[in-house]
């Protein structure tokens, strides 16, 4: 039976361009397992490892997929990291990410992507929000959720956050990469916003959907 933890990675040889102390000094990006399964009986969620194998984050619902207003992510002891709460009266599938049990401040908008484009590789837009929202610029998700590849891309185009397929495991198991820029807890709420958004285990379901899904 395929693993759901990460496997081991071998590390990358170092590179022999030279390289600056800041970009040598800058941590790498952490390598997270997610299921789309809780640990709970009777509840729909994630469960989230680390690269060591270790429980690193949960996601317990109750409610059922076509009532739910929010999402809550929570680190292993059950504290209220992010809460992912759907926007109402939205013209489009809009979900915000606030700090804690959602009465903090809001972190990211999260708005789902509307073209009548079929060739369009959007999926989403996020726009930071609070104290961030002056000092950083709006970030664009591309790929495909439903397939398990897509990345969350800044300004310049570089990657903060990406959703990769682990082998031989299937679509409930994947691999979240998270930039040290967004952080590991952001990354999961966004992936916890694309998946209400274009909820479903195949491609194909998703497709009857949404062209950009």
Request: aromatic content about 6%; hydrophobic content about 40%; proline content about 5%.
């Amino acid at each position: 039976m395929a693993r759901v933890h990460p496997n081991a990675i071998a590390p990358e040889p170092a590179a022999t361009t030279t390289t600056s102390r800041a970009a040598e000094e800058e941590p790498p990006p952490a390598l997270l397992t997610v299921w789309r399964k809780s640990l709970l009986f009777n509840c729909d969620g994630f469960t989230v490892f680390d690269a060591k194998g270790n429980l690193a984050f949960r996601v317990d619902c109750y409610a059922s997929a076509r009532r739910r207003a929010e999402v809550v992510l929570m680190d292993v002891a059950g504290k209220q990291l992010l809460t992912v709460r759907r926007k109402r009266l939205s013209l489009t599938d809009h979900w915000v990410i606030y700090d804690g049990d959602g009465t903090a401040r809001p972190l990211l908008s999260v708005r789902r992507h509307v073209s009548l484009r079929p060739s369009s590789k959007t999926l989403a837009h996020v726009t930071p929000l609070g104290s961030a929202a002056a000092s950083a610029a709006e970030y664009v998700v591309e790929g495909s959720y439903g397939r398990r590849a897509c990345a969350v891309r800044d300004a310049r185009g570089d990657a903060v956050a990406e959703v990769r397929r682990k082998e031989s495991v299937g679509d409930d198991v994947f691999r979240l990469v998270a930039d040290p820029r967004l952080g590991e807890p952001l990354a999961m709420g966004l992936v916890i916003a694309l998946d209400e958004m274009f909820r479903g285990g195949s491609a194909r379901s998703l497709l009857r959907r949404t062209w950009s899904a």
